[in-house]
């Protein structure tokens, strides 16, 4: 104990001796404060884990000197007696724009898009803004900083949220006394960004997600090229993103999946972003955990939907519904999971809200430790402030909370929060507590008088016998104000009590000022707590109790909708017995056939198979097949298009599958299985493909085809050159135009790999290095394609470069060059029957396929629309119907061929043993309007089966009426609730693009 | 020589651009016989194998080929194992007002102005649209021309697919009067820069009202007394007399069980709703007021995630079993050239609840009882008109609605189109290159 007195003393000096005055004063003499402020007897929340009963800690300015159980106080000692209190570190929040004005949006004079960048010796994206410093544009903002001291933080670290990669942040205490020398505790303390362009500029790139991911990624790229000394021309942007590389880097997302996806970033350049969630991490634990980052997460709990009006209910999805239900306990799961998280208050009034969410996460089981944890040490670790924040130990910034009680009872008020040894009151620490029940006497006539609440917000009601009068309580400094209203509301005249409390007494008397203007005085005399006991009774029946209850947490599926899996669909070995088996290989149509699937693989086929422990589904009369491939859809993504330049070969699909859109399992409930997610087509060059299987309930990346072949999206016609949307500045406006982009392209493809081969330090270009994929043949096209002139123009311009087109995508006028794509070895993926919707589709007939099939090209049937893609069976039929193409070949336009197209048909395309067992059980005939997919499999696992279908539906109904039950309780109760809205996710920022496909 | 040549191939490329269109058959001057086929009448009867008979435009027999010994007349068809259907009827169609989506200089289907009962659609029909002849090979034969947009959109006419113009085109003229009914929800403009999304429309009471203002001071109007004409009144001369049928254009239910009201309120005779995702919610009070269904394209998605994946396939079956009056439209996306497949739809709809026979008379008898043409078309069945085709298999199934002959009027049309046009010239190119 001594050694640690002495220790702490030694520390005492230290520390004075560091601080020496240099600033001028003018104004006065210098009146130096050396005084000590003690803090005695208080229980001390020194950490999460450590708690000092009875402690004492002396503050010196703005820090604390020393802390502990027996603390001797320095003999110049201004001592509060914190008997009966509590005492917390104060928050701390890592993501915050406090002080910080947002940008204003940029505008111009026209609406045509912009394409260069504004800046001039800075990066050619002016979303890119590293050298940004939050201390540039800081201003302390009282009114945000009182509003933050209520909510008990006591130092932010504040940013300007603006761009994508948005430069440094600073770290601020929240203190009002001080000047800005005292407050900025780090002025470079974290790197932040984000996946939303600057609004500074106009620059239209990257109009996506996935844009705005290729572009951090060639940003990094152009980082480490730039810090070699290999550019001839200044860039700052890239130098301050050199500068800030060791810096915490903190990634803002405001959805689950791109919380998700700023993780695979960070795993790519190994850079432990720290990533600001948005509340739905638990739907998808394992994933969050995978990305080994720290979250960020706001306590924003959505507020119940107002489903009073059940023709509005009917609009409220089960997805939002389930949401409201779960949002309170995401924290809690987090923490069960040992996801490390901090707490923010930036999307919530913080002074409002914050203590109240909080304390509701607490409710749905986040413990307590873990709440402070997140509020105090975790983010002073990620900040490296561990020995000056979040703490209260030696040395440490005297920023604490101190409470009448357990910060995370709701009965306990916060009294003061000090920050850096300032005192900032948020309610009178000395106030009387006067709660209880009284008898008032007043003029003869006694009452009941009953006060309750906490001390900075009691309330009173007065009663005389059966009859309430109106009483409305007003209490501050110890002066309490009562004013009463007769019972009979249509009667004026009103009473006016003032007493000064005092602690000492428990009775209170006072003056009473009558209606009349004379004075009288009254007295209450407190009643004890047995007598009380009884009115308590009632007073709860008839009490307007705003509580809301803890809600039955509705299990999370997968995906968090209808339709979800409560548990995923398990590998099975399956016997179909007696089907008419569609092989798609030399054996034809089997009648009468047996099917084994094991070990995800179609492992027999024969007749009369040993079922051994299979599961036996009989197929008798019905159709079995593999799955239904798209070549060219659009499901599944949160976004379609970068339109930002003609050429985005940097970008790929795979950035943004989207594995919860309900279209995926529309899709298994028509029999398809795989399809690839294409880029759209705004650009000449589009973006890469992904290629999916429709794992419904899988994540993202569990989605993507292992080992896919690499595909990229190319375009031509009116949608590149802008005939029906976009700019008129943008090249090309012509196909005169679209060749020599391609030629253009490709030709800078080629001198860079040439110059690539000679340096070693050669800046790597991600467009650059895909291109020539393209050209090595490693990379396959699939090319948007119309009219028989582009077509043909780009066979023309592949084979200069020496590769070949794979499959011109929807073509249309494939038949009037079918020889042409034979002689190529291009494969034509087409419409069955669209046309007449663009100029350029006016000879679209529906016997294109038929025709380019007829001249041996490899020809598919692909959707390129979400609800055609669920009946693609039936658009393979119309090949039957136009062009009297076998039942068989019609078939494989929509299995193996779109297979081969994919080159991934030696895993799937076709019924044949070793073949990954994606099969569909048909209930007739597949090409026939009237078969209905039973049960659909990839990889052997049931993914669509028609009669669980039925169940779900059920399912859905159930969960829904429970869900409005809950919300009309809580609107019954005074909740919040929100009107029905619903919002739709637009992750594309032109929405227009949404359409060019 | 060679001057002359290419003024005789200009010419020709001249005449292969303007008069892609398939000449209209002339008047059946010859009683036709179809033996053997399989009948499906129109009204969920089927005749196995049976003998039809059409003389002046009009069926004159449909029989049991087996059951009787009547006289074969004029051209003899044989048709065994074939299947003959009465024409297809698309109620709700755009067809001949829009040639191609994206280019606005052919597009007539939308005027401006919101209550527009005067806008005609039938003198803007082009009976010459390629996508008018791009619907017989299929056996969609009519058509009921729908002018789009405004809270009232206009009137519109039913027309065949094979005529010169628009006058010999018509069937029915003026036959219905179009309304969007308001809706109660809004969906955020977010092109205006409003949240994304549904909401309630806060104008929905006030656009009610000004439709109900409409029809009572259109009323008020009729009863005489006027020194000016107001031609858009005058429009509605028809609708309350009966003679104009009302489509209202409706999914809500809330909406529908408005629109109930407002029927009684109007006392308005033959009232069709179209589209109807909700109707299913209100079927008891369709029946009560004698209120039919046009419902909206079987393919297509539902409007909620929460749905279930097949309610579009399987509304029609819903109503119909319940003993709603319905029948089948194709607007939505890409409308004029998905009409085609309006048989298809039917098909979906017989998968989905209602079986073959039963689903085609949603787009046959049910079709036309709710454009009140059921006296002319509609079945096969002796006294109406000669509209009429035969299919080598199932026509609600892709790979069965393969036709052989198809008749308006009795004229037997052509099943050639700038589509088939166009395949076989190109099927030659390669036939000959391979030669």
Redo the contacts between chains.
């Keep these: 104990m001594k050694i640690r007195l002495l220790l702490c003393l030694v520390f005492l000096v230290g520390l004075q001796s560091n601080a020496q005055e240099y600033f001028p004063k003018n104004d006065g003499v210098k009146n130096p404060q050396t005084n000590y402020t003690v803090f005695k007897n208080a229980k001390i929340h020194v950490s999460p884990q450590e708690t000092i009963e009875n402690g004492t800690f002396v503050v010196k300015d703005g820090k604390i000197t020393a802390i502990g159980k027996s603390v001797s106080e320095p003999q110049n000692s201004i001592v509060i007696d914190l008997e009966g209190k509590e005492v917390y570190p104060s928050f701390i929040d890592l993501y915050s724009s406090f002080g910080i004005k947002e940008p204003k949006e940029a505008s111009s004079g026209n609406d045509q898009p912009q394409y260069d960048a504004n800046r001039e010796g800075y990066y050619w994206n002016d979303h890119i803004r590293p050298e940004t410093g939050a201390v540039n544009y800081f201003n302390y903002d009282e009114k945000a900083a009182t509003s933050l001291h209520k909510a008990g933080f006591g130092a932010v670290n504040t940013h300007v949220t603006d761009g994508i990669i948005r430069g440094t942040g600073m770290l601020v205490a929240l203190n009002p006394g001080g000047t800005e020398g005292d407050r900025i505790l780090k002025d470079r303390s974290a790197q932040y960004l984000s996946f939303d362009k600057s609004k500074l500029s106009r620059q239209s790139y990257p109009t996506s997600t996935m844009g705005a991911m290729a572009l951090i990624r060639q940003a990094y790229l152009d980082a480490e090229w730039y810090g070699k000394g290999k550019s001839d021309n200044k860039d700052l942007a890239l130098e301050a993103l050199n500068r800030n590389k060791n810096l915490t880097q903190i990634f803002a997302t405001d959805n689950l999946l791109d919380a998700l996806r700023a993780g695979k970033i960070g795993n790519e350049f190994n850079v432990d972003y720290v990533i600001l969630g948005n509340g739905e991490e638990y739907q998808r634990l394992q994933e969050i955990k995978e990305t080994g980052s720290t979250f960020i997460v706001p306590l924003n709990f959505p507020d119940a939907y107002d489903v009073e009006n059940p023709?509005?209910a009917?609009?409220v999805?089960?997805?939002e519904m389930k949401t409201w239900n779960q949002a309170p306990a995401n924290l809690k799961m987090l923490a069960e999971n040992e996801i490390p998280f901090t707490i923010t208050a930036h999307d919530l009034e913080a002074e409002k809200d914050f203590r109240n969410n909080l304390l509701k996460a607490v409710s749905y089981g986040l413990s307590k430790e873990d709440a402070l944890a997140a509020l105090t040490t975790t983010p002073a670790r990620i900040l490296g402030e561990e020995e000056r924040l979040g703490t209260l130990k030696e040395g440490a910034w005297a920023n604490f909370l101190i409470t009448s009680g357990d910060y995370f009872d709701k009965e306990t008020s916060v009294f003061e929060n000090w920050i850096q040894g300032e005192k900032m009151v948020i309610n009178k620490m000395n106030t009387t507590d006067i709660t209880g029940t009284y008898d008032l006497n007043l003029e003869g006539t006694t009452y009941e008088l009953k006060i309750s609440g906490k001390p900075e917000s009691q309330k009173a009601s007065v009663k005389s016998g059966e009859m309430k009068l109106g009483a409305k309580l007003s209490f501050s400094d110890n002066w309490m104000n009562l004013l009463l209203s007769p019972a009979d509301t249509t009667k004026t005249g009103f009473t006016r009590l003032v007493a000064k409390t005092d602690d000492s007494k428990d009775d209170i008397s006072g003056t009473a000022y009558l209606s009349d203007g004379s004075e009288t005085d009254f007295t209450a005399t407190k009643k004890t707590s047995t007598e009380t006991a009884e009115a308590e009774e009632d007073e709860e029946e008839n009490g307007e109790d705003k509580e809301e209850d803890i809600r039955e947490i509705m299990p999370v599926s997968f995906p968090n909708?209808?339709?979800g899996f409560s548990e995923m669909p398990k590998e099975e070995t399956i016997l179909f017995q007696n089907a008419t088996v569609w092989t798609n290989e030399e054996e034809g149509i089997l009648e009468n056939t047996d099917v084994l699937v094991k070990n995800g693989k179609i492992s027999r086929i024969g007749e009369n198979l040993n079922a051994g422990n299979a599961k036996i589904i009989d197929a008798t009369g019905k159709h079995l097949t593999s799955g239904i491939i798209d070549e060219h859809s659009h499901i599944a993504a949160s976004a379609i298009n970068e339109a930002g330049h003609n050429s985005t070969a940097e970008v790929t699909m795979e950035d943004v599958v989207d594995p919860t859109d309900?279209?995926i399992?529309?899709n298994l409930?028509g029999g398809v299985t795989t399809v690839q997610l294409l880029h759209g087509s705004a650009n000449p060059i589009g973006g890469r493909s992904a290629i999916l299987r429709l794992k419904w309930g899988e994540d993202a990346e569990d989605m993507i085809f292992e080992n896919s072949p690499k595909f990229i999206k190319f375009a031509l016609g009116?949608n590149v050159k802008q005939?029906?949307w976009g700019s008129r500045s943008r090249f090309p406006q012509t196909r005169m135009g679209v060749e020599q982009v391609f030629t253009d392209y490709f030709t800078r493809a080629k001198e860079y790999e040439e110059a690539k081969e000679n340096d070693d330090d050669f800046r790597r270009d991600l467009e650059m290095e895909t291109l020539l994929e393209i050209i090595n043949r490693e990379r396959f096209v699939s090319a948007h394609s119309y009219v028989q002139s582009e077509i043909n123009m780009l066979m023309k311009v592949a084979e200069n470069f020496d590769f070949r087109i794979n499959t011109f995508t929807h073509i249309l006028e494939g038949?009037?060059v079918?020889?042409k794509m034979k002689e190529h070895g291009a494969g034509g993926s087409t419409f069955s029957?669209?046309?007449?919707?663009?100029?350029e589709v006016?000879?679209a007939?529906?016997?294109n396929a038929p025709?380019m099939h007829?001249?041996g090209i490899v020809t598919a049937i692909n959707s390129d629309d979400?609800?055609?893609s669920?009946?693609l069976n039936?658009e393979a039929?119309?090949s039957?119907?136009?062009?009297g193409v076998s039942?068989e070949d019609a078939w494989k336009f929509v299995s193996l061929n779109p297979a081969k197209l994919l080159h991934i048909d030696d895993r799937v395309g076709s019924v044949k043993t070793g073949k990954d067992a994606d099969l569909v059980l048909w209930s007739d005939n597949p090409?026939?309007?009237?078969?209905?997919a039973e049960k659909t499999l990839i990889q052997g696992k049931v993914f669509f089966d028609i009669e669980r279908?039925e169940k779900l539906?059920e399912e859905?109904q159930q969960q829904?009426s429970e869900l409005i039950t809950q919300m009309l309780e809580a609107k019954n109760k005074g909740l919040k609730t929100q009107?029905?809205?619903?919002?739709?996710e637009?992750h594309i920022h032109c929405?227009?693009l949404e359409e060019i496909h | 020589m060679k001057m002359k040549y290419l003024v005789l191939l200009a010419l020709f490329t001249c005449i292969g651009n303007s008069f892609a269109q398939q000449t209209p058959a002339s008047k059946q001057t010859e009683a036709i016989t179809i033996v053997g086929a399989t009948a499906h009448l129109g009204n969920g009867e089927t005749i196995e194998n049976s003998l039809i008979i059409f003389e002046d435009g009009k069926i004159t027999q449909v029989l049991d080929a087996t059951a009787t010994k009547m006289q074969y007349r004029g051209r003899i068809i044989e048709a065994e194992g074939k299947h003959v259907y009465p024409g297809f009827i698309a109620p709700n169609a755009t067809l001949g007002l829009v040639e191609v989506d994206a280019v606005r200089a052919t597009d007539d289907e939308d005027e401006i102005g919101s209550m527009l009962p005067h806008i005609r659609s039938i003198i803007a029909y082009n009976a010459e649209s390629k996508l008018v002849e791009s619907m017989r090979p299929n056996g969609v034969l009519m058509g009921q021309i729908v002018p789009r947009g405004g809270t009232i959109s206009g009137t519109s006419s039913i027309v065949q697919f094979d005529a010169w113009n628009w006058e010999d085109a018509v069937i029915k003229e003026d036959d219905g009067l179009h309304i969007n009914w308001p809706s109660s929800f809004t969906r955020g403009r977010w092109w205006a820069g409003e949240e994304p999304g549904i909401k309630p429309s806060e104008g929905y009471q006030e656009d009610l009202l000004k439709l109900e203002e409409f029809f009572a001071s259109a009323k008020a109007y009729l009863e005489g007394g006027n020194d000016k004409t107001n031609l858009a009144y005058d429009a509605m001369k028809n609708v309350f007399n009966g003679e104009k049928r009302v489509f209202i254009h409706v999914d809500g239910k809330k909406e529908i069980l408005d629109v109930i009201d407002f029927k009684q309120d109007h006392e308005l005779e033959h009232l069709v709703i179209v589209g109807g995702y909700e109707a299913h919610k209100a079927i008891e009070e369709l029946k009560e007021n004698n209120i039919s269904v046009l419902v909206q394209r079987p393919h297509d998605q539902p409007n909620s995630e929460d749905h279930d994946y097949d309610f579009p396939y399987k509304l029609a079956g819903i109503l119909h079993n319940k003993g709603v009056l319905v029948a089948l439209e194709s607007s939505g996306s890409m409308e004029r050239m998905n009409t085609r497949n309006l048989p298809f739809y039917a098909g979906t709809a017989g998968a989905y609840g209602l079986g073959k026979e039963e689903a085609l008379k949603l787009i046959t008898s049910n079709t036309a009882k709710i454009l009140g043409i059921d006296d002319m078309v509609g079945t096969l069945e002796k006294g109406k008109t000669a509209t009429l085709f035969i299919s080598e298999g199932d026509a609600l199934d892709m790979r069965g609605n393969v036709l052989t002959h198809a008749f308006i009027q009795g004229r037997e049309v052509s099943l050639e189109t700038h589509q088939t046009e166009l395949y076989k010239r190109y099927m030659d190119k390669y036939d000959s290159a391979s030669k």
Excluded: C
């Design positions: 023709f509005l009917e609009h999805t089960l997805e909708k209808a339709y309900i279209n399992y529309q409930a009116e005939s029906n038949y009037k079918a020889d029957d669209w046309w007449a919707y663009k100029y006016n000879d007939i529906p016997f025709i007829s001249q979400a609800e055609m669920r009946r039936q039929a119309k039957v119907k136009y062009g039942e090409l026939s309007i009237y078969a209905k279908d539906r859905i829904r009107p029905v809205t619903k919002k739709e637009q929405n227009t």
